[in-house]
Each structure stands twice: as C-alpha cells, then as structure tokens.
C-alpha cells in the first residue's frame, strides 16, 4: 500500500504527488491532498480525473474511498461529475495566487506613529493581567449554570449589585441595582437612548428626544453617532466654571462632562451644576452625564456626580474604558426608574453586547479590591506622567500654556495663533500622534476659538515616554 499519488497524476499530465496521511483516516486525507492541489493550481480547472478503480489501485486503497472523496470534493464545488464524461475539476476554481509586493519606501507618517500621544486611551502594557485573570477564573468558577444560557438585558446581578456600591462610595451616586443597565461603553449608551431613526422624534429603538445640548467642545465621534440617529445638537458655550448652562432652552436633553469637561478640563462649577438641575425639573428634561474619567484627579478635591443632585433628572453613563482597557467593552447606565424599561426594552430579549463572563469577572474584580487598587495605582502613574509632561514644557517650551491638568488623562496645550495645523502636521511627519484642539469644536460653535492640542500622556509605555515628550517639544511653534 502506498501513501502518495504519483501514477494516476502521470497519466493526467500533472505533476502530483499527494501525501495521504493525517488525521481522519485515507478518505479524509484524499480529501484534503485533492482540495489542496486545486486550490493551489496543481489541478488546473477542467482536469480529468482518473476513475475510481484506476486511482484506487494506484493508492492500494478501496474504491469506496475514492469515491467516497471525489463526492464530498463534488459537493462542495471543486469537482464537477457528468455521466460519460466522468471527474473533473470544477473550472470556476481559482488558485491562490500570492500577492506580488513592490519594494517601496514608505513615509514615516504612513508606517504608524513612534509616539502616541492621542488622548483617550490608557496605558495598555499597564493592564492588570494577573488580577483580572484571577477574577476571571474565580468568577468563572463560581458562576451558576444559568449564567451560560441567554443573558439578561439588563446586566448580570452581580455586576450591578457591585456597581451601586461602588459607585455609592467613589462617585456619590444615589442608586439601585434595579436601575442599572450595562452596556458595552458610551457610544453604546447613546445609541440605545436615541436609537438610530431620522427627525426629531423618537428614533427607532431609541428613548429620548432631541434637541440635545451638548457642549461646545466634544468626541466628534459622538456628534456623528447623533447626527446619524437624526438627532440635532445645539452646542453650549465653555468658560472657566465649564459650559454656560444658562443658554439652555427648549432642548429635550442635555449631555455634560461635569467632573472634567472634555477636552478643555475643569469641573462644571457648583451653582451650574444646582442650575441644570433645576432646568430639568422646570422643562421635564433630563441630564447625560458621561462620566468618562472621573476617577482621576491630581490637584482638585473629588468632584462627586452630577446624578447624586437629582437620581431622577440625570442618566449618569460611565464605563471601564479608561479605567481598565477600552478592549473589555463594558460601561452601565444608571437611569431614573422613568427609563428603565423603555431602555430595556431598546436593548432587546437579550444580552448582545456586554459579554456575561466579563460582567462576572469585574464584579469579583471590584469586590475583592483589585479595581481600587488598580485605579490608585494607575493615578499615581498618570500623575507623574502629568508633571514630566509640565516639566519638559516648562523646560523646552516655556512659552506654551498648558491647561487643563487637575484631572483626566490629558492636558491642553495653548498655541499662538494660526499655529495649530501646521503644528499637527509636523507631528505627524515625525511620527508624533496628537489631536488638535480643533477637531473637537462643533461645527456651529462659537466662531473665535483658540489654537491648541490634546496631549494624551497615558497611552505610551513607561519606557518610551521620556522619548515621546522630547519628539513632541521638538514639534512645538517656537515662542
């Protein structure tokens, strides 16, 4: 018996030679020698094959085998079998061809960035591997059998049972489990409370109505998701004590960063914060609260949430993004009971989004303590890298205003005027990745605005930021 194909391929013109050993026993292993030679064009299309007796015989294997292999081969397409004029292959198969690449130097803009400096994203290499994994295993451990079926809509109990304590004890909101809905982060949030319809009315699996008042400065990503949901944004004016809330009118709803405005920074000051309040109540509105990263502070006492004012006039909307890694896809809202169940309800029968075994892992991660551990760890880290960053431009730049900085994972930098767009250029032909201040400006918001950048000084590794901060000083307007 032998274990090639070497005389049947002969007598067809192909040079063949099909190895038939492997998993699955000789049926399978023809199987796999005979798709593999036409895919890779071994067996040109429209190849004759030998008939079952000759091949058998030249393999020392049963006609059954082979005939066995060239239906399976035939039914999925890459032989064809007509009476009287027997096997052949099927001539709309193609072979794989490799693609051919052309030596070409690359602009160092288009190879990636060497320094990342984008805000928005934590320091990745500093995810807490060991912890999370022993969360994961316990919780995977102790899950019931119930837990591995369909998810419920509205969280894993265990989830939301921690995260009304904990967001009792670091962030002053006033809840219930039974008001807590996870998601799979912020954008998620938005989608399910205005949906994806068109108009101002409610949208097609959406809660809440526009006009929506959102600040002057924003994620152009959620302006977009917003736009595309039908939903209209009437953009508030900033100053120092955050956005001028007093603008507000016939709007719907409104959308704030009240612990640290982003990108601009600073906490919405305590008589804005009374004052949005008591226009929801007047306007039956209700406030979004995106409470992105109130967690990290440096130079400020903490500012408790909005929701804690009024729990039935704020959506309070927060997540792990920062926090964590935005790779685990896990936010929650915590609504006035009002909302509950029409937000439920938008979600669907299901969990789609959030993934369950997730959700038991950061339930176990934040009751044995690793989340708070994790949190005061990474502050301290991203608090040194705060005052490197201010260091190295009062150093090298000391012309260059930064703002900002008493919390969150960015500062501002102040650049003279008409300096922002070539600056962000020169960065990135550098390999330097930085936003400018301008590509979070709404587009009907006010018209004099000052040139700047958002310098994120959490993403890069520890070991690569002194060299991130030297290539963005050499990049900065000279004074």
Not at 74 to 86: I, P
Not at 159 to 186: H, K, M, N, Q, W
Not at 307 to 320: A, C, F, N, Y
Not at 371 to 393: E, N
């Amino acid at each position: 018996m032998t274990d090639s194909w070497v005389n049947s391929a002969e007598r067809i013109g192909a040079d063949l030679h099909l190895e038939l050993s492997g998993p699955g026993g000789r049926r399978a292993a023809l199987t796999r020698a005979l798709r593999g030679a036409v895919r890779d064009g071994r067996l040109a299309s429209g190849t004759r094959l030998p008939p079952y007796r000759s091949l058998a015989a030249d393999l020392g294997v049963t006609r059954n085998t082979v005939a066995d292999a060239y239906a399976e081969l035939v039914a999925e397409g890459w032989l064809t079998s007509r009476q009287g004029s027997g096997t052949r292959v099927a001539d709309r198969t193609e072979p794989l061809r490799p693609t051919l690449r052309t030596p070409v130097e690359t602009p160092l803009r288009a190879r990636g960035p060497r320094h990342d400096l984008r805000q928005g994203t934590p320091d990745a290499s500093a995810f807490p591997r060991a912890a999370w994994s022993a969360s994961y295993r316990r919780a995977l451990l102790a899950a019931p059998s119930k837990a591995f079926g369909p998810g419920d809509p509205a969280g894993r109990r265990e989830l939301r049972e921690t995260l009304a304590e904990y967001l009792a004890r670091a962030r002053g909101v006033r809840t219930e489990p039974d008001r807590i809905v996870i998601c799979s982060g912020f954008a998620h949030a938005l989608r399910l409370l205005f949906g994806r319809g068109t108009g101002e009315g409610p949208a097609a699996g959406g809660v809440l109505r526009g006009p929506l008042g959102v600040e002057a400065y924003g994620l152009g990503f959620h302006r977009e998701l917003l736009a595309a949901a039908g939903v209209r944004t009437v953009p508030l004016a900033l100053d120092e004590h955050g956005a001028r809330v007093d603008a507000l009118g016939r709007e719907r709803a409104v959308l704030l960063t009240p612990a640290h405005q982003f990108p601009t920074g600073g906490p919405l000051h305590p008589e804005r914060r009374a004052a949005v309040i008591d226009w929801a109540r007047a306007r039956g509105a209700v406030v979004l609260e995106d409470d992105y990263d109130g967690e990290f502070r440096y130079d400020r006492r903490p500012v408790g949430a909005l929701q804690g004012l009024d729990p039935e006039q704020v959506i309070h909307i927060g997540s792990v993004s920062k926090s964590l890694s935005p790779a685990l896809r896990l936010g929650w809202m915590v609504l006035p009971q009002r909302y509950v169940g029409p937000v439920l309800a938008a979600k669907g029968a299901r969990e789609g989004w959030a993934s369950v075994l997730d959700q038991l892992a950061l339930a176990d991660f934040m009751a044995c303590g690793s989340y708070d551990r994790h949190v005061r760890r990474m502050r301290q880290t991203y608090r040194r890298r705060r005052d490197r960053l201010v260091a190295a431009l009062a150093e090298d730049a000391p012309h260059i205003e930064v703002t900002g900085i008493a919390a969150g994972l960015h500062a501002v930098l102040r650049l003279p005027p008409g300096t922002e767009r070539s600056t962000v250029k020169a960065a990135a032909w550098q390999g330097v990745a930085l936003d400018g201040l301008a590509a979070f400006r709404h587009p009907r918001g006010p018209a004099a605005a000052d040139d700047g950048l958002v310098v994120g000084y959490a993403a890069p590794a520890e070991h690569a930021y002194a060299a991130a901060l030297e290539a963005l000083c050499r990049v900065l307007p000279p004074g």
